[in-house]
Every structure is written in C-alpha cells, then in structure tokens.
C-alpha cells in the first residue's frame, strides 16, 4: 500500500498558476500509474490527468487540456500537477491516486488515494 499527501493546494484569483505536489510513502511510486482527481461540491468526483509509471504517456481532461501539465520524479517519489491560466470552474478538492497498472481515467483503477488538497478559484 502506497500513503499519498498532496499539498500545493490554495486560494487564487483566476488566470494564475499552482503546482500541486503528491508525496508517496511506503512504496517506490516508479512502478504505478498515477491519477489526479477532482471533486467539487455537490458533483462527482472526475478525473483530471492521469501519468504512466515511466513518464511517456499522459491523459488529460478535455476541460484541463492546454492548460494542466502533470509530471513525475521518481527519484523524489513525487508526482506533480501544474495548472495554470486557472478558472473558478477548477474550484475543487484535488485527489493524487496510485494506480498498479497502465494509466487509466477510471478511478476504480486506482487503489490508493491521497486526502485530497483545496484548490479554490475566484473571478
């Protein structure tokens, strides 16, 4: 089992930029697929990026495509998400999730999942 802390997360004014960081515990990350997730209240959680376990290839959400860039440092055991030009619409929670096979956009296919960090957006 993978522990997951996200941090990075905050209050900001549309059109700037954060990076929020997943720090794993436990387990080398360099063999999982890893997700992040969002949700925002009242709404179902939905995926956001998902990362393959060497880097080479990402999926994004079409309404975070061009926008959101994610990443990973094995050697840090650390993955990344860079979002930028950020909407009030982005206002959620995020979630890092620690998937054992090949990057997916379901949740289901992710075991472990961090806490989740605030990201909140205002115009």
């Known amino acids: 089992q993978v522990q997951l802390v996200e941090s990075g997360g905050g209050s900001v004014q549309a059109g700037v930029s954060l990076r929020l960081s997943c720090a794993a515990s436990?387990?080398?990350?360099?063999?999982?697929?890893m997700g992040w997730f969002r949700q925002a209240p009242g709404k179902a959680r939905e995926f956001v990026s998902g990362?393959?376990?060497?880097?080479?290839?990402?999926y994004y959400a079409d309404s975070v495509k061009g926008r959101f860039i994610i990443s990973r440092d094995n050697a840090k055991n650390t993955v990344y998400l860079q979002m930028n030009s950020l909407k009030p619409e982005d206002t959620a929670v995020y979630f890092c999730?620690?998937?054992?096979?090949?990057?997916?956009?379901?949740?289901?296919?992710?075991?472990?999942w961090g806490q989740g960090t605030q990201v909140t957006v205002s115009s």
């Open positions: 999730a620690a998937g054992r096979s090949t990057v997916t956009t379901n949740a289901p296919d992710y075991n472990d």
């Open positions: 436990g387990r080398t990350l360099s063999s999982y697929a």
């Open positions: 990362i393959s376990w060497n880097g080479y290839i990402t």
